[in-house]
């Protein structure tokens, strides 16, 4: 039969169904193979009529295809179908019988509950065990009266099947709306000799039939000290509607023990109880961790502000993972208020609430609160995090006062940090150098040496020129701060002066220092390649370290032109040769449409310079000038 299903499924991905009732019944009819009569039978699921009816129900007696005319008959909705499958019930056994039994359970036959009831006594058990269960699902008084008996009398093999069947007919009385006689029903199962997941069904289907009469047995399953029991009795508290309910798991909230108090406090939730907001408060401020846990995860999932005071008191205290919750919730409450109370947080005496505060104030992005995180870096204990914030939030505006707090600073390099971060992302950076400028003729020592690398983030021609001449100052550590300062400018303006410091430094380090920035923003200039190359070519001689020829390959690779690839070549055999191979496909990438010939000599020898198996492949393709790039 498998062969069967294989054939038919693969001619069913080949050919699409046929719709004509009358072809379809036509090769049922035919001595077609069973493949085919499996696609017409699973056609005829979809557009059969009574007609197919009396092809199919021989089919029925087919090992081989028997399966696919049960889909057919399940689906065609005209008594006759059902009619031969009650049929089939006196003529077949094993599997086949089983099938057609399934088959009468899927459509619901209540014409076939007596046929049913016999078969419960056949001494096939998996016969038997079908007819339980599809008298299940056909349900009924009738049934129910059939089965429950067999609860403590049918064979261990059939019992279950048969509580399964009680199970299906108490759920349909309780879709009727007949609760006493679901009650009657689940009871039974209840007090039978089964199997515990069937009696955990029954416990279930006997709490949510009684309704509200259920509270008691609830609380028993709750309170069991088997754990199934327990996790049953918290699934079903979430199906059952009502107030009571919800006072209930707050009652055994007090009383349970520790590791079953947050699975309550969830049920709670998960019901969208107006009281889990509530317990949860109550939940979150004192008790086991794990309890205060689930509560403030419950009070983020609610996002409700009412929450925040409670919150605020977690986020400040000094275990680590409740504060941490804290804040992650804190994090996404809503509300203008909530702001306000987080910024109160930095005048409180308590560091850790002072940090808490600054930290949330990051997180939550409140701008407004600037004016309070400058006054919190002056504070030795949370300066630091108060300037890392600033970094993030803080403007122009805010920039006089850090620079008020660098002139008073004894360590300038956080505040340093945080101006050039701001620097970093202004539009207008002219005005920034303006600021850094006004503070530096008066200031001495470290605060000057700080001022002086500021000017680079700042950068602009009167920032270059302030530290051109610092580079002249008698005081040798504010001269090298400068020097260092210019051989790291961002901006090709500084050539010039690093050209004039790599000629006449008398210190090897400031003519390598001068030799790297030159080779960083020579290809930087709006300029021509040629122009680019010929300032290349000058300094080649100069270089002779491994670490200034990295950066030669880098600046190379930045300029396209069949020079660069000229240039780089030699170094596709040497011990730069990964760097090499990087720079020469970054350069053929930019000029293979202009210069194929070019490309395809310099890299040449890329493939096995490179361990890169895509920069390698990148490589040939573009040794390929014929084909698209």
Known sequence: MLAVLLAAGMAMSMVAPETDTTKLMAVLRSDAPPAEKAIACKSLAIYGNKDAVPLLAPLLANEQIASWARIALEAITDPAADDALRAALGKLNGKLLVGVINSIAVRRDAKAISALAAKLKDADAEVASAAAVALGHIGGQTVASALAPLLAKAPAGVRPAVAEGCILCAEKFIADKKHDAAVKLYDAVRKANISKQNTLEATRGAILARRSAGAPLLVEQLRSEDRASFNMALRTAREMPGRDVAKLLLAEMKRAAADRQPALLLTLFDRGDADALSAALDAAQAGPVELRLTAINILERLCHPSSASVLLTIAVQDDAALSQAAKSALIKLPGDGVDAAIVALLKQSSANARRAGIELIGARRIHSATPALLRAAEDSTVANASLKVLADLAGTAEVPALLGLLAQAKDTAAIEATLSTIFARQTDRAACAEKVLASLAPAKGQQKLALLRLLRSAGGSKALAAVRAAANDPDTETKET???????????????????????????????????GQLRLIPQQEAAPAKKLAAIKELTPLIERAEEKRLLLAA????????????????????????????????????????????????RDVPNATSDKKLANRARQLMQPTKKK
């Open 482 to 516: 400068a020097l260092r300062t210019l051989c790291d400018w961002p901006t090709p303006d500084a050539l010039p002066d690093l050209a004039a410091l790599g000629q006449t430094a008398g210190d090897l380090k400031w003519k390598i220092l001068a030799l790297r």
């Open 556 to 603: 190379l690779g930045q300029i396209p032109a069949p020079d660069s690839l000229a240039l780089i070549a030699p170094y596709l055999k040497t011990d730069l040769k990964e760097e090499a191979a990087i720079a020469a496909v970054a350069v053929a990438e930019k000029i293979v449409q202009k210069h194929p010939a070019a490309v395809a000599s310099a890299l």
